[in-house]
């Protein structure tokens, strides 16, 4: 929007920092592993950049909300060097410019509140319960209409997206929430460049370790870092990743408007969650496919979604995009009761409604209103780092019971 570049008269001129890595540090970024940028970023420059000798090897948090005024005008709500060193790792790990905002949620709201007003925005019929409730939210006041598709079918999601009438937003997940499906993102962002339509990814579940949409043409990419970047289960936080200048500031000047602004220590707390995200996802994805392949032939169980597996009606397109398949896997037991049963029996894995953190979490997501559409028997699981032995014998002692009190046992 063309408002993005007002900043409503209260920005300093450090304001609009967000994700800057210095001179080069892009380049510097690209040449490097996921593993190294996760590491290395956020700490000033990349490899090779200046440091000051004496200075702390890691970004300390700055508890400030005043500074003093220097060449450089600073307030706690416009920036803080904290948040901007997270924004410098998630930026490059991404491969554009990250601003951090207060909830995954809040990143989410800043994004729609940036649309042109009367957009129809395209989302998965399937998305992330919040991302759809503000959606209902915003087609009150500012004229927002959503409109679902299935976007694991490419044609549907493109015969949506070209009949609308007007400003269009096209919104992915890929792998959806919660069942699991697997988006042409490619394709699909390919085809929003060419149409000039907003295109938006939320990269929770994929994490920019398994795949960066930016790369393939993506506007915006959104995460909940509450859940694998921060990766403890400790902290709340939003990130929104672009690389248009003009939709980055307009992202900014939402946030400090609104000011949905991250806490210091829970940026502090993503950083340091960031620094470890790439091993832990390759641990946790290892042993979600060991889960995955023995919950397939578990009698229990009805179906199971997971794209790492050759039964995943995505598989293919997976294997193509991703560099990985991820911790995440939904499974299908009879019903609601059945399910509910399996949460009730598991010792390991904690009934939970968040995901990616360290622990193992387990839910039945139709058990909220906003997900009735969900298969009832639908059980979401975040894989995390406990030994895989040791999750599949809670995992089938659960199954078990349940199958026990069904023969009358």
Known sequence: MEEGDECGGHIGPDAGHGGHIGPGGAEAAAALHPETVAVTAGRGGLPGAPGAPGAPLNVPPTFASTFRDADTVRYGRWSNPTWEALEDALGALEGGTALAFSSGQAAVAAVLATLEPGTTVVHPADAYLGTRELLTVAAGHSGLHGRAVDVTDTGAALAAMSAVDGPACLWLESPTNPTLGIADLPGLLAAATRSGVTSVVDNTFATPVLQ??????????????????????????????????????????????????????EAFLALRGLRTLPVRMERQQATAAVLAARLEGHPAVTRVRYPGLASHPGHTRALAQMRGFGAMIAFDVPDAAVADQVVASVRLAVPTTSLGGVETTIERRSRWPGDAHVPPGLLRLSVGLEHAEDLWADLAGALGSVRRHADGG
């Open 212 to 265: 960066r949409p930016l790369d393939w043409g993506a506007s915006v990419v959104v995460h909940s870092a509450t859940k694998y970047i921060g990766g403890h289960s400790d902290l709340l936080l939003g990130i929104t990743v672009a690389t248009d200048r003009a939709r980055h500031a307009a992202l900014l000047a939402h946030r400090t408007r609104e000011g949905a602004v991250p806490g210091v220590m």
